[in-house]
Nanobody, 120 residues
Framework: VQLQASGGGLVQAGGSLRLSCAAS????????MAWFRQAPGKEREIVAG????????YYADSVKGRFTISRDNGKNMVYLEMNSLKPEDTAVYYC??????????????WGQGTQVTVSS
């Protein structure tokens, strides 16, 4: 599967952004999709994930109540609605997909990343 992320930008603290990820190729085999982020000097971390077929979502504690992940299976799109943004949300955001249903499996496919910068 190929992934194309978009929607990043510069926003003031307290503002909102919506990231989009377009999936193409063998999308019918996707098990989960997720958004990750990596800030300068920090390790990449998962922000939110969603089960592709059933739509169940899960979030990192740091974004619960502020971010919402959703998907549109018909359009092969995944979104990340980010509200009440904080400077610490500044990072490059990546969408990712995995086919494997095995517990602990890694995400196999990655988009190119989109920069989100939150000014204080």
């Amino acid at each position: 599967v190929q992934l194309q992320a978009s929607g990043g930008g510069l926003v003031q603290a307290g503002g909102s952004l919506r990231l989009s990820c377009a999936a193409s190729g063998r999308t019918f085999s996707i098990y989960r999709m997720a958004w990750f982020r990596q800030a300068p000097g920090k390790e990449r971390e998962i922000v939110a994930g969603i089960f592709w077929n059933v739509g169940t979502a899960y979030y990192a504690d740091s974004v619960k109540g502020r971010f919402t992940i959703s998907r549109d299976n018909g359009k092969n799109m995944v979104y990340l609605e980010m509200n009440s943004l904080k400077p610490e949300d500044t990072a490059v955001y990546y969408c990712a997909a995995r086919y494997s249903r095995a517990s602990g499996a890694q995400y196999e496919y990655w988009g190119q990343g989109t920069q989100v910068t939150v000014s204080s």
